[in-house]
């Protein structure tokens, strides 16, 4: 099984019997001295599986007593920044009930994993604080909300490659069996990992459930990818059918503009042509009328037949 599926993730780490490995990913990620943690809701719903979008995420509670959450995601959602946020609210407000009070919330902390770039920049791990940047004041410590993108492991420059994050990263997105290994062999708690991961591969029932999730998950992502498709067509085909309507417009307005232009000249050179007419009725000669109005001698010819007629 590859780790970087929720379902094995939660199995590995929302596992009570592997607590060690948990606090060692944790410790990693948080750089903490967590010496206990307790896995909430550590065996998976047996309905799980009808909620094809739901999420298998692993909730715990230290010694310190901060709630965190740790999830695992491969689909890029457009409003994960906000997904993210919302989460967080609910585990935080989920502490408190009536008759009690504000000063009772313990910090809470969202470890999202993410197999795509949500972060425009480098690095690959980010957290985030409630923090006024003008004056460099945190307003609470209550809300930390950690971002790990798989996806920059290997580009990365001027990182430890003993860091025990980094190893945990790669042990969870490890592409083959024999990366698995590797990595596994650097670090005693991670060859846990391993192993335990090789035992719940056997399992048949837990192998079942996870090739329905890895199902579900790849129907899911398909549905998005198709809805992006239909929804950038039919943008393509109003974007079309503006352009044209504007093309329209434009060529209209181009049109009456230039009829503008067009009667404008025609009704210069009707009243060009009038004065003419007049200069000829009071017996002046061409080359002066000519001079005077600027036409040329068959466009005064013209005029001169019309007025002796």
Request: aromatic share 6%; proline share 2%.
């Amino acid at each position: 099984m590859s780790p970087k599926v929720d379902f094995a993730f939660r199995r590995l780490f929302g596992d009570e019997r592997n607590e060690e490995l948990l606090i060692s990913l944790l410790k990693s990620i948080l750089k903490e001295n967590i010496t206990h943690v307790q896995v909430k809701d550590p065996n998976l719903l047996p309905d799980f599986f009808d909620d094809k979008v739901g999420i298998l995420d692993v909730r715990a509670t230290t010694d310190a007593g901060y709630l965190i959450d740790i999830e695992i995601q491969l689909t890029d959602y457009a409003a994960m920044r906000e997904r993210v946020l919302f989460y967080w609210s609910r585990l935080f407000t989920s502490q408190i009930v009536c008759g009690e009070r504000y000063c009772d919330l313990n910090k809470t902390i969202s470890i999202v994993i993410l197999d795509y770039e949500l972060i425009k920049c480098d690095g690959f791990h980010f957290c985030f604080h409630l923090i006024d940047p003008v004056h460099s004041i945190t307003l609470t410590d209550v809300l930390e909300i950690h971002v790990l993108e798989l996806t920059k492991l290997y580009h990365l420059k001027g990182q430890d490659k003993d860091d025990l994050l980094i190893s945990w990263m790669k042990f969870i997105n490890a592409r083959s069996l024999e990366e698995l290994q590797m990595i596994s062999d650097a670090n005693p708690t991670i060859k846990k990992a391993y192993h335990a991961l090789e035992v719940l591969s056997h399992n048949e029932e837990a192998r079942r459930l996870y090739e329905a999730r890895e199902i579900a998950l790849l129907d899911e992502a398909l549905k998005m990818q198709s809805a992006e498709e239909k929804g950038r067509e039919e943008g393509k085909a109003i974007g079309k059918e503006e352009g044209e309507a504007l093309g329209l417009e434009k060529g209209e307005a181009i049109g009456l503009e230039k009829g503008k232009a067009l009667g404008k000249e025609e009704g210069i050179m009707l009243g060009v042509q009038e004065t003419a007419k007049n200069l000829v009725s009071l017996g002046m000669d061409d080359a002066t009328i000519m001079k005077a109005t600027g036409l040329d001698a068959a466009t005064l010819k013209t005029l001169r037949d019309s007025v002796s007629l």
